[in-house]
């Protein structure tokens, strides 16, 4: 079984300063890991994903992850933040073994809410 | 455009009253979910859908139900045994290819729920 830690509930940060959102993982087969935007009151959309090949992955909106397998994270950064990247922040993850043929399901972080000040 | 459609996006509902949330997609997936949203919780999964006619409990099923007559449209009834309904439910799909779309859900845009 699979579960995600969100390490931070809230992260607030002035606007073009970094931020990192940090994300562990625990599972004892190989997965698929995904970052997902939800901004208020509306749904997730996806930020982007780690399947396989590269460990540096970019995203959408300048959002950059890196896979890190010793140390099962996947924290999410970007090098400059604007006031519209306010929004909830959610890491998933999902079974890539071939165990779990089509039924992929996600297992997901808490969420971590970044607030952008001017 | 393609997507979800979620209806209505607010909905109160009276004690001892069902109601039904809709989720239509035409994304020609195969796979739909629904997930309960409440503050500081994450997402929980109330049912999910792999394929036409079939569906399984996720994880806090106690109080819904669901049907997949069509694949296009899946629908979550919040019955009166559900004691604390009020939260924000999210509909989402997938396409159950083995490609490079493995299991990204794409999300509908909500529908709140309240207790009058």
């Known amino acids: 079984a699979q579960s995600v830690t969100q390490l931070d509930s809230q992260v607030p940060v002035f606007e073009e300063a970094p931020v990192e959102l940090r994300c562990n993982y625990s599972s004892s087969v190989s997965v698929y890991l995904f970052w997902y935007v939800q901004y208020p009151n509306q749904g997730l959309q996806l930020l982007l994903k780690y399947l396989s090949g590269s460990t540096l992955v970019k995203g959408i909106n300048g959002f950059e992850a890196e896979f890190n397998k010793s140390q099962t994270s996947f924290h999410l950064r970007k090098p400059s933040v604007h006031i519209s990247d306010t929004a909830e922040y959610f890491c998933a993850v999902s079974d890539a073994g071939p165990a779990a043929g089509n039924n992929r399901k996600l297992i997901w972080g808490l969420g971590t809410s970044l607030a952008v000040n001017p | 455009d393609g997507g979800i459609t979620q209806s209505p996006k607010y909905l109160f509902r009276k004690e001892g009253q069902n109601v039904t949330l809709s989720c239509e997609q035409n994304?020609?997936?195969?796979?739909m979910y629904w997930y309960r949203q409440d503050p500081g919780q994450g997402l929980r999964l109330i049912y999910y859908s792999q394929i036409v006619n079939d569906f399984q409990k996720g994880d806090i099923a106690e109080g819904y139900s669901v049907s997949r007559e069509k694949k296009e449209s899946f629908p979550l009834t919040v019955t009166s045994a559900q004691k604390n309904p009020t939260a924000f439910y999210l509909c989402a799909s997938s396409s159950r290819s083995v490609g490079s779309a493995k299991n990204i859900q794409y999300f509908g845009a909500g529908t709140r729920l309240s207790v009058l």
């Open positions: 994304l020609n997936h195969d796979a």
